[in-house]
């Protein structure tokens, strides 16, 4: 029965992963038309640059969110490996108390440093970083809904969720042309949009746990309250190396910050597969505590399939990037294919580093991996002062940073492993 068991779990990584990425790659090719549709109708290119930043400024604000999600989305595998439906319902509401206080305290925070926030990233127009602060406290209560439905392991409801945000953004994008301040316009719709989701989310939610009574639920809280601070370090992490260069490039190189997001757009592709395996290794892993050579054989297939796809995006990038740029971003942004190669050097690690992260904090064990995305972050910035007056050279030197730490994790995995094989024999 065990070995019927195994075989069914190791057959579902392929068959979820196969579902999640059908609707993730709709979700992505919004994505990407989005961008591509700011290119074109924004029709200037330092326009096109503060988007960019206030995305990636959005991409930190929504560490809460992340955190939220990743800690919901754990607890609740845990309680759908046991059955206990009712315990899930009763946990998912004790979040949207904590989460509505916590909107409330980071809405504080938020409204006295919107200023200085646009002042360093040269944003003249402050209703641009208010709506942002605001989209990211609403977007707050998506982690009930991300991460239950995730954790129940339901990756076509999860799927249909996660399209809601992306339909609404090629709305928005649309929509600024009837906007003096286009920014400004599209995070207003945006936020529309969000809200909108949430009625969607409940319904999805009900389909899911809606037959099931609410069961008190009862976890230690002090162990709950270390894994939140884990998930904050480790997700602050993932999101500083993941947007950083952006940040770095819209405060050192403005007027050059334009061509780089063009090209920065075309070369994140790539991690759209990796966030496919993330999504669903994630709740595999935090529901099977203890069977950490089955975990193991897990990020192995996950990497390897993850490593050969991303390979196949880059070549596909490299052969065909003019018609690419030509297509989604328009003329005026051919001069970015410059900055392709050393582009994507720089992702394809972050990818991995994704993977390795949600593997580490489904889990529960982010020491290392932490320590060493704050780090490489550390090293990023100081690049960043090294290199004031060569773009090139500080993409290329955060590529650098960004493969050495991921081989370092790679291998201290791999020896964890090991010895973790040698105590179970």
Not at 80 to 102: A, D, N, P, Q, T
């Amino acid at each position: 029965m065990e070995n019927l068991e195994e075989k069914m779990e190791k057959k579902s990584l392929e068959k979820n992963s196969m579902i999640v990425l059908a609707m993730t790659m709709c979700a992505n090719a919004l994505g990407v038309l989005f961008q591509s549709l700011a290119g074109h109708l924004l029709g200037d290119t330092q326009l096109f640059a503060d988007l960019n930043a206030v995305m990636a400024l959005f991409n930190i604000l929504v560490l809460p969110t992340t955190v939220s999600s990743c800690l919901i989305a754990k607890y609740t595998a845990m309680l759908h490996v046991r059955h206990e439906m009712g315990e899930i319902k009763s946990f998912l509401m004790g979040m949207i108390k904590v989460l509505g206080i916590l909107a409330l305290l980071f809405s504080g925070i938020m409204a006295a440093a919107h200023r200085s926030i646009g002042r360093w990233l040269h944003i003249e127009d402050y209703l641009v970083i208010a709506l942002a602060a605001v989209l990211a406290v609403i977007t707050l209560f998506s982690a009930v809904f991300t991460g239950g439905l995730q954790g129940c392991k339901a990756f076509v409801l999860y799927g249909i969720f996660g399209l809601i945000g992306p339909v609404f953004k090629i709305v928005a994008i649309v929509g600024s042309m009837l906007f003096t301040r286009k920014v400004a316009g599209i995070l207003a719709i945006w936020l529309f949009g969000t809200l909108f989701s949430y009625f969607v989310g409940v319904f999805l939610l009900k389909k899911v746990l809606g037959k099931y009574p609410r069961e008190k639920f009862s976890f230690d809280k002090r162990e709950m309250g270390l894994y939140i601070l884990k998930l904050i370090v480790a997700n602050a992490g993932v999101i500083l190396i993941s947007n950083i260069d952006v940040l770095m490039v819209q405060h050192n190189f403005n007027t050059e910050a334009g061509l780089y997001s063009g090209a920065r757009m075309l070369g994140y592709s790539i991690t759209y597969l990796t966030n496919t395996f993330v999504i669903v290794l994630f709740p595999m892993v935090a529901g099977s505590a203890g069977k950490e050579r089955e975990n193991l054989k897990l990020l192995k297939k996950v990497l390897v399939y993850d490593i050969l796809l991303s390979i196949a995006a880059v070549i596909f990038l490299m052969l065909f990037s003019d018609i690419c740029i030509r297509l989604l971003l328009g003329n005026e942004y051919l001069m970015c294919r410059q900055y392709l190669i050393p582009i994507t050097a720089y992702v394809l690690p972050i990818g991995i580093m994704n993977l390795l992260a949600n593997y580490g904090m489904a889990k529960n064990s982010t020491a290392y991996i932490t320590a060493s995305m704050f780090l490489s972050g550390a090293l990023a910035a100081a690049g960043s002062l090294l290199w004031k007056g060569s773009l090139m050279a500080l993409i290329w030197c955060l590529a650098v940073v960004m493969w050495i730490v991921v081989f370092c994790n790679i291998i201290y995995i791999y020896c964890n492993g090991k010895k973790a094989k040698h105590r179970a024999d």
